[in-house]
């Protein structure tokens, strides 16, 4: 079982950053892949970024590519999700994901967290 915990997010205008943290428990973490998602009403969760186990490749939804940077440190047992140029359209409840192989799908990871709403004024 892993246990994750998101922190972070709120209220920015556009063009502002903001960063989300996501902390595990229940595994060792350097031994899964984690990812971030989000989602707004109605429509399905979307991927938006993933990191390998030891945090050496990334990948990236080409809606956040160059905007939105995905790191962890194991140490900590933490990954983060920094997000910059924010626009409005990036308002959505953000959610951090854990699971066994690198994917851009989300039925591929296993434990999510609780969500954090992610607000971008125009």
């Known amino acids: 079982q892993v246990q994750l915990v998101e922190s972070g997010g709120g209220l920015v205008q556009s063009g502002g950053s903001l960063r989300l943290s996501c902390a595990a428990s229940?595994?060792?973490?350097?031994?899964?892949?984690m990812g971030w998602f989000r989602q707004t009403p109605g429509k399905e969760r979307e991927f938006l970024a993933c990191?390998?186990?030891?945090?050496?490749?990334?990948f990236y939804a080409d809606s956040v590519k160059g905007r939105f940077s995905i790191s962890r440190d194991n140490a900590k047992n933490t990954v983060y999700l920094q997000m910059n140029s924010l626009k409005p359209e990036d308002t959505a409840v953000y959610y951090c994901?854990?699971?066994?192989?690198?994917?851009?799908?989300?039925?591929?990871?296993?434990?999510w967290g609780q969500g954090k709403q992610v607000t971008v004024s125009s």
């Open positions: 229940g595994r060792t973490f350097s031994s899964i892949v």
């Open positions: 994901a854990a699971g066994k192989l690198i994917a851009t799908i989300k039925s591929l990871y296993n434990y």
């Open positions: 990191i390998t186990r030891n945090g050496g490749t990334t």
